[in-house]
């Protein structure tokens, strides 16, 4: 639940841990709310941070935060149930899937499962990854 990832990223950096926390986006149940709840439970643990006096508990949040990095795009992978779920609505083949993802980090857009068309899907992508690189507390 959001509520059991934001204790786990406050409990981790309060017992001094650095970790490096994935977001991904574009699953096939993917809309415009689930997208502001993404940037809502990101501005929620800025707000958290922002809040800690502790300034090496700060420094690890901050740290954690920025490390979130890149954000994912939901891919089809063979043989999982969200491949399953979406091979045939999106005409995907083995040989296809295999074919458009082979060799590519899921940064990329290889296969959009999502109801947005692809250029609005990696604006979101680009907009959240910014967001996270560039937050300071």
Known sequence: ????????FVRTAEAGLYCKPNLIIGYDNETEKT????????????????????QSKKAIFQKNLNNIGKVYIATPYPGTPFYERNKS???LDLRTCLERISGKDAFYLTINASPFPDDRLTKIRDELTDYVINLRL
């Open 35 to 54: 997208v502001q709840e993404t940037f809502t439970f990101i501005r929620r643990l800025e707000n958290i941070g922002r809040g800690i006096q502790d």
């Open 89 to 91: 609505r999106l005409g």
């Open 1 to 8: 639940t959001v509520e059991q990832n934001v204790e786990a």
